[in-house]
């Protein structure tokens, strides 16, 4: 299973981008999705998570309210739109797949899969 992650960027506080990250291989029909992000000197934390069907979905609560997960398994993509950016939602994001998955996943350890991560730079 590879899994690419675009969509990152520069953008101003108040601003919004939309993530992108597209599974292709194997990836069989049941799987849960994530977005975690890295910050320099940080951990690795979670920003959201999706069940397989997209019924089901985890918000940290720092980025509740502005920032939505969708899938569209028709096209093995899975979505993070992030509305009202501030300068503390800089990292690199990464998406993440877990095989079987019938919940969102909270814990990067169990996750299988990772992508490369992408930039998003938000300026104040």
């Known amino acids: 299973v590879q899994l690419q992650a675009s969509g990152g960027g520069l953008v101003q506080a108040g601003g919004r981008l939309r993530l992108s990250c597209a599974a292709s291989g194997r990836t069989g029909s049941r799987y849960g999705m994530g977005w975690f992000r890295q910050a320099p000197g940080k951990e690795r934390d979670v920003v959201a998570a999706i069940s397989w069907r997209g019924g089901y979905t985890y918000y940290a609560d720092s980025v509740k309210g502005r920032f939505t997960i969708s899938r569209d398994n028709a096209k093995n993509t899975v979505y993070l739109q992030m509305n009202s950016l501030k300068p503390e939602d800089t990292a690199v994001y990464y998406c993440?797949?877990?095989?079987?998955?019938?919940?969102?996943?909270?814990?990067?350890?169990?996750?299988?899969?990772w992508g490369q991560g992408t930039l998003v730079t938000v300026s104040s």
């Open positions: 993440a797949q877990k095989i079987g998955s019938r919940w969102p996943i909270t814990s990067a350890d169990e996750y299988d899969y």
